[in-house]
Every structure is written in structure tokens, then in C-alpha cells.
């Protein structure tokens, strides 16, 4: 059992950044794999990105693509999604969820956080 506490969202201006942090409790959290996913008002959820369980490998969607960097502190048990050059289009509550299978569907991942919204104003 995995539990997931996403923090670091808040209200930012255009082109600024955020840090959003993923904390798990468990001791197998380091086995599993990350995915940040966002959902923004009428609109349905989104992949964003993941990372492996070593942290060597990451995908990022094509619209955050250059701007979000995931990342991930085992010994921390936290999975980081750094954010730059945020834009309006970015605003959405952003979720962490965690799997045993490498993927970009939302409903392959078995634990999920509460989410932490983000808000980017023009």
C-alpha cells in the first residue's frame, strides 16, 4: 500500500515557476513508477510526465515538453515535477500517481494523490 500527499501548487504569474513535490509513505515506494497527470476545469485528465523507479528514465508530454522536469529521491520517498516557464494553459490540479507498469494511462496507475492545484495568470 502506497499513500500519496502532493504539495508545492499555488498561484503563479506566466513564464514563472513552481516545484511541486509527491510524498509516499511505504517502504516499496521506491519500486514503483511516477506519473504526474493534471486536470484542468471541464476538461478531462492529461498525462504530464513519468519516471522510472530509478529515475533514469522519463517521458514528458509534448506540451510540457522542455518546461517540467520530473525527478525523484528515493531515499526521500518524494517524486519532484519542477515546472518553468509556466503558462495559463498549465493551470489544472496536478496529480502524482504510482504503478507497477510504465505507462501514460491514467487508469493503470493504482494509487493516487489528492492533487494540488495550480494556477498561472496571464
Known amino acids: 500500500q502506497v499513500q500519496l500527499v502532493e504539495s508545492g501548487g499555488g498561484l503563479v504569474q506566466a513564464g514563472g515557476s513552481l516545484r511541486l513535490s509527491c510524498a509516499a509513505s511505504g517502504r516499496t515506494f521506491s519500486t514503483y513508477f511516477v506519473a504526474w497527470f493534471r486536470q484542468a476545469p471541464g476538461k478531462e485528465r492529461e498525462f504530464v510526465a513519468r519516471i522510472t523507479w530509478s529515475g533514469a528514465s522519463t517521458f514528458y508530454s509534448d506540451s510540457v515538453k522542455g518546461r517540467f522536469t520530473i525527478s525523484r529521491d528515493n531515499a526521500k520517498n518524494t517524486v519532484y515535477l519542477e515546472m518553468n516557464n509556466l503558462k495559463p494553459e498549465d493551470t489544472a490540479v496536478y496529480y502524482c500517481?504510482?504503478?507497477?507498469?510504465?505507462?501514460?494511462?491514467?487508469?493503470?496507475?493504482?494509487?493516487w494523490g489528492q492533487g494540488t492545484q495550480v494556477t498561472v495568470s496571464s
Open positions: 500517481a504510482a504503478g507497477v507498469r510504465l505507462t501514460i494511462r491514467d487508469y493503470e496507475y493504482d494509487y
